[in-house]
Nanobody, 125 residues
Framework: QVQLVESGGGLVQAGGSLRLSCAAS????????MGWFRQAPGKERDFVAA????????DYADSVQGRFTISRDNAKNSVYLQMSSLKPEDTAVYYC??????????????????WGQGTQVTVSS
């Protein structure tokens, strides 16, 4: 069992930056690939970024490629999402998730076994 807690969300102006953090419980954090997803009001939860257990493989949604960076620190049981050049369309609740398929930076939601409660990111124009 893994418990995930996101932090770092907030209100930012367009063009600004935020860094989201996700802290995981347990001593097996390195056994999981991690992902970030987001859900805007009235929309489905969408893939944002993913990273494998070692940090050597990453994947990004086209909409955030070049603006967002996912990273992890296994010693701190944490995964991060550095968001830059934020746009109003990035406004959403952001969720981190853990996948037992640790060697793959997966996109499908179904690949993920544990989810955090989410943190709100609001980008004003």
């Amino acid at each position: 069992q893994v418990q995930l807690v996101e932090s770092g969300g907030g209100l930012v102006q367009a063009g600004g930056s935020l860094r989201l953090s996700c802290a995981a419980s347990g001593r097996t954090f390195g056994s999981y690939a991690m992902g970030w997803f987001r859900q805007a009001p009235g929309k489905e939860r969408d893939f944002v970024a993913a990273i494998d257990w070692s940090g050597s493989r990453t994947d990004y949604a086209d909409s955030v490629q070049g603006r967002f960076t996912i990273s992890r620190d296994n010693a701190k049981n944490s995964v991060y999402l550095q968001m830059s050049s934020l746009k109003p369309e990035d406004t959403a609740v952001y969720y981190c998730a853990a996948s037992r398929a640790r060697s793959t930076a997966s996109r499908p939601l179904e690949r993920y076994d544990y989810w955090g409660q989410g943190t709100q990111v609001t980008v004003s124009s």
